[in-house]
């Protein structure tokens, strides 16, 4: 799965536009963006890992028992937890390199 520069810039508008100020926040969403002001840095990074982890984790579970003929268990809600992990991957995926390029560029830097 290729995820375009364009494509990838229009999704974040379409969610900054949806999660801006002047349209009101969730108490929940609020809240929980307060809580992160005094976090650090490499525990968010940890949470946002496990999250990927605990998708990939889920999808797992569901496609066997989708495969091993769980009635509880739809073909949808197995392809959308599928989904949901390919994209949280693939948004982890960007962000690693778009660390790996900053690194770079701050070595690149002349002291």
């Not at 290729?2 to 810039?9: C, R």
């Not at 940890?46 to 999808?59: I, K, R, W």
């Amino acid at each position: 799965m290729q995820i375009g520069n364009t494509s990838l810039m229009m999704e974040m508008q379409r969610l900054k536009g949806e999660i801006a100020p002047s349209q009101g926040l969730e108490p929940q969403i609020s809240q929980q963006i307060n809580n992160t002001s005094g976090v650090e840095f490499s525990e968010l990074l940890s949470q946002a890992l496990g999250t990927v982890t605990d998708l990939q984790s889920n999808a797992s579970q569901l496609a066997t028992r989708l495969e091993m003929g769980d009635s509880r268990v739809t073909l949808s809600d197995t392809v959308i937890a599928r989904e949901k992990a390919s994209v949280a991957f693939e948004a982890t995926i960007q962000v690693r390199n778009k660390f790996v390029e900053a690194y770079k560029e701050i070595m690149s830097m002349p002291v």
